[in-house]
């Protein structure tokens, strides 16, 4: 007998689960950042989600890896600061890399808007090529369901609520700005909820089915569309891909 598609889905999510606590304590103490980069390779830099680790993002950042030219970093940041601190804290990360790479920015649930507040209000022009965020909540949060983990008065309540002036901004400015973006959505996200309604506006979507808030994080769908959004990116030195059209979902 088949089981019931609700329950596959809380399966996946308690698989992705486990695989995050297994991971936690990797990739803590210090950021990882590539050495010896070629002029014009492509860096992507992976940001986890609130109560997670760089850890959580291993798995990806493998099988990103595998592709020639590509090399990855990432960082683990503390869940309690705003938005605005963990942008300038990836802000010194990115200062480290050679000014001659070109940036990929990818963030799970919190880390997407932390990822695309950077590209749009703190990266010097030029500097990022794109940003991917993955069960992102860019309609916010209500205020009740993160008070359960912070304090009210905790500045990250405040960035991730639902009329936030600084979601207000990014949903505003994000038409305007000439970073592409991809927002990459759970269908069966009930950390968020009513996923489709927290894309990027101005910005690509695919939309994974039978998938929750975490479990996106290592879904084969998930991953592929990122990839395929980094490797075939466009280029000044090569003729874009003949298949460069936006991913939808």
């Given amino acids: 007998m088949a089981l019931p598609p609700e329950l596959g889905i809380m399966g996946r999510e308690l698989l992705a689960f486990a695989k995050q ?52 970093a990432s960082l683990t940041y503390p869940p309690g600061p705003g938005i605005e601190v963990l942008a300038s804290r990836l802000g010194s990360l990115l200062e480290t890399l050679p000014a001659d790479v070109r940036i990929h920015l990818v963030g799970h ?7 695309r507040y950077y590209a749009q209000h703190v990266a010097p022009p030029g500097r990022v090529v794109q940003t991917i965020s993955m069960a992102s909540p860019f309609a916010g949060v209500r205020p009740a369901g993160l008070a359960r983990w912070f304090s009210p008065a905790a500045t990250v309540v405040r960035d991730l609520a639902p009329q ?17 973006h991809l927002s990459i959505l759970a269908e069966n996200d ?14 690509d979507v695919v939309l994974v089915r039978a998938c929750g808030h975490n479990a996106v994080l290592y879904h084969p769908e998930a991953t592929a569309a990122v990839e395929a959004r980094i490797v075939k990116a466009p280029r000044d030195d090569r003729a874009p891909v003949e298949d460069q059209a936006p991913v939808k979902g």
């Fill in 190 to 203: 009930t950390v968020i909820g009513r996923p489709t309604s927290h894309a990027l506006v101005g910005g």
């Fill in 164 to 180: 936030s002036a600084i979601l207000r901004e990014l949903r505003l400015q994000s038409t305007d700005s000439d970073i592409p």
């Fill in 109 to 115: 649930s919190a880390g997407g808007i932390v990822v």
């Fill in 21 to 72: 606590a297994s991971l936690l304590h990797k990739d803590v103490a210090r950021p990882v950042v590539p050495r010896d980069l070629k002029t014009g390779a492509d860096v992507v830099v992976v940001l986890h989600g609130l109560f997670a680790t760089a850890g959580v993002m291993r798995p990806m950042r493998r099988k990103l890896d595998r592709h020639p030219c590509v090399e990855t």
